[in-house]
């Protein structure tokens, strides 16, 4: 064998790419296939998608990438799956679908009839978390169908994580690992396994336990190509598929944030900041820590659940001129708003935005807000400001688990779509005040996900000198202290005190929808 191989699969929100990865690190070739339609919108707040929709993305990526490397086929050791979270499947006696796949995205809401028993809504509300958990409740994709569609509930068997299905039609076993079941149904991330019938928050979504599926550790066999698998993807037949973890998971690893000293961003449609553990907290209170691939660890996450989409909602809605002069000067839309927002100081001329488009569990009643406008603000402030923004928040979320979990961050490493961008890699150095480090490819996902399949495969004796090997630093952007110390003045004297002053505000405007008067 010349050069071994690990074939991963990483399915986004966006597309889906199959990658050929070397023990280097290096991607030795890659497919993608972009969506036409990432989700389908039958109602306002939804968000699902055809159950097969991405198999055969996967399956059609992989095609080109064997035909195309067919010499190579024979160095393929295993291959690997990595997919969003929070995205369901739901499965009659026979492993068919019995509806469509309920996307990450979907918004819709259940009611809440008031499932708790009284001493828990008691509990709930004696430790402030009452809206919270509603809100979990009502955001559940498992008691929206339960309640709106009986019949279908009835039916459904299994209730699955995308990649747990994903498994099954490459093997045709159902199982997956902890680290890739990240969704609103009952797992103990603590324990690394399903909640017990007692368990606390159960009760949040009580899926029956004969609905769930197997778990396993991640780095075992899950499966094997199958031949019908290996038709449609072209795949070898008996390739060994290794469990692994969910996209962030698999990205954290990828780029090397395998100890406490270091973070990892991720500037993707959700942005995120998550830290390795081998002792476990919750990174907010009443949030776990989720698994990580490694399997002695967990990854405390914050999340900002728009992140790098609001820099998409900016350009939808506000970007059609300048998309315009993009194509005329032959480069991304992208590229051309970062240049002139490059061009606006640090702090925005004061203008901040706090980046709430979307409400969690913690902050039930929040919305996103834009502070400091004045006449001198072009778009390009705000622009911005959303990055900046961004920025600020994870810092803050930073700065909590840090205090939570005992830990010093002393590095940064950055991925995600959003990560391409050096105004934003900048941006992220001067309001953490680290080094913010950019690895060698931007597909640190895969990285991380073939790390798992090469120890496996024992071509690594563990994840460090896997890292070592894998994980190359390519640019480093260090903290501009002038810039630093405005962002330092903003953070510490504006941006922490929005949400409390403005959170009575937005109860209001809360209890105002509710009553149909918005």
């Known amino acids: 064998m010349s050069k071994p191989l690990i074939l991963t699969y990483d399915v986004g929100t966006q597309s889906t790419r199959a990658i050929l990865v070397d023990k280097q690190g ?51 050791l295993a291959c690997v799956v990595t997919v969003i979270r929070d995205t369901l499947v739901f499965l009659d006696e026979n492993n068919q679908p019995t509806r469509d796949i309920i996307h990450w995205l979907d918004a819709r809401k259940c009611d809440f009839d008031n ?43 299994k209730i699955v994580c995308l990649p747990a299905y994903l498994n099954f039609r490459m093997t045709g076993r159902l199982a997956d690992t902890p680290a890739n079941t990240i969704a609103h149904i009952p797992m103990d991330y603590k324990k690394k396994r399903w909640m017990g019938e007692n368990d606390l928050t159960r009760c949040m979504y009580d899926v029956p336990q004969e609905k769930l599926y197997d ?19 072209g795949a070898p037949v008996g390739l060994p598929l290794i469990s692994t973890g969910a996209d962030k ?31 476990y907290f919750e990174p907010q209170p009443f949030l776990p820590s989720y698994p990580s691939v490694i399997n002695s660890a967990w990854n405390p996450e914050i999340q900002v659940f728009r ?25 991304s839309t992208e590229e051309l708003l970062n240049n002139k927002a490059a061009q606006v100081p640090a702090g925005c001329q004061g203008l901040m935005l706090q980046p709430y488009w979307t409400p969690d569990v913690l902050k039930p009643d929040s919305y996103g807000a834009i502070i400091g406008f004045a006449d001198y603000h072009t778009k390009y402030h705000v ?60 597909e640190a996902c895969s ?38 110390k405005v962002y330092s003045g903003m953070y510490n004297m504006v941006y922490k005190k929005i949400y409390r002053h403005v959170k009575p505000l937005y109860a209001t405007m809360n209890n105002l929808k509710e009553r149909n008067m918005l």
């Not at 500037?267 to 830290?275: A, I, L, N």
């Open 249 to 279: 998971a698999c990205e954290t690893l990828g780029l090397s944030v395998a100890d406490t000293s270091k973070v990892s961003i991720s500037f993707g449609t959700s942005s995120t900041v998550e830290m390795f553990t081998e002792k």
């Open 447 to 484: 990285i991380g996900a073939a790390m798992v399949a090469f120890i496996a495969k024992g071509e690594f004796d563990n994840y460090q000198e896997a890292i070592k090997s894998m994980v190359h630093e390519k640019d480093v952007f260090m903290p501009i202290k002038e810039n630093n």
């Open 307 to 331: 992140g790098f989409w609001m820099l998409s909602w900016f350009i939808k809605e506000f970007g059609e001129k300048d998309a315009e002069e993009a194509a005329k000067l032959g480069i």
């Open 26 to 76: 290096n991607i030795v070739d890659k497919v993608q296939v972009k969506y036409k339609e990432p989700y389908i919108r039958r109602h306002d707040g939804w968000a699902e998608q055809k159950t097969d929709f991405y198999f055969a993305h996967m399956c059609a990526a992989s095609k080109v990438l064997m035909d195309r490397n067919a010499d190579k086929v024979q160095d393929i």
């Open 383 to 442: 622009y911005r400001a959303i990055i900046e923004g961004i920025c600020l928040e994870l810092y803050m979320s930073m700065k909590a688990m840090e205090k939570r979990g005992k830990m010093n961050i002393k590095e940064v490493f950055v991925g995600g779509g959003g990560s391409k961008s050096d105004l934003a890699c900048q941006i992220l150095a001067d309001v953490f005040n680290l080094p913010v480090k950019r690895i060698h490819t931007h």
């Open 115 to 157: 499932p708790y028993p009284a001493w828990k809504s008691f509990l709930f509300k004696l430790i402030g978390m009452d809206k919270g958990t509603k809100i979990a409740y009502r955001t559940s994709k498992v008691n929206w169908v339960r309640q709106n569609q009986p019949e279908i509930w009835e039916k459904t068997k």
């Open 215 to 233: 778990l396993i550790p991640s780095g075992e066999v899950l499966g094997y190509v199958s031949k019908e698998a290996a038709e449609l993807s």
